[in-house]
């Protein structure tokens, strides 16, 4: 199976530059036109939620003080 796709991921990166309430805005699977396909690439999502879990952030800041920030964050796939 050959497959490029992206999957957003929205999560707020907490005063301590961790990211938290992970989740996906935009399944990968919204790229994928087999239908077979389509239930396959559900663990990529899976994925890249663990991948931006992982990540650690500069804080944002606001009147010299951390603060809390929503993102939203791309991950691509490519799969040859």
């Known amino acids: 199976m050959k497959l490029a796709g992206r999957t957003v991921v929205g ?29 396959r690439v559900t ?13 650690r952030f500069k804080p944002a800041m606001l009147n010299g003080s951390p603060v809390p920030v929503e993102l939203n964050v791309q991950v691509d796939f490519k799969i040859f």
């Open 43 to 55: 663990d990529l999502d899976e994925k890249a939620i663990d991948a931006v879990r992982k990540y």
């Open 11 to 39: 999560l707020v990166v907490d005063p301590k530059g961790r990211p938290i309430n992970v989740h996906v805005v935009r399944s990968i699977a919204e790229d994928v036109q087999d239908p077979k396909d389509k239930t």
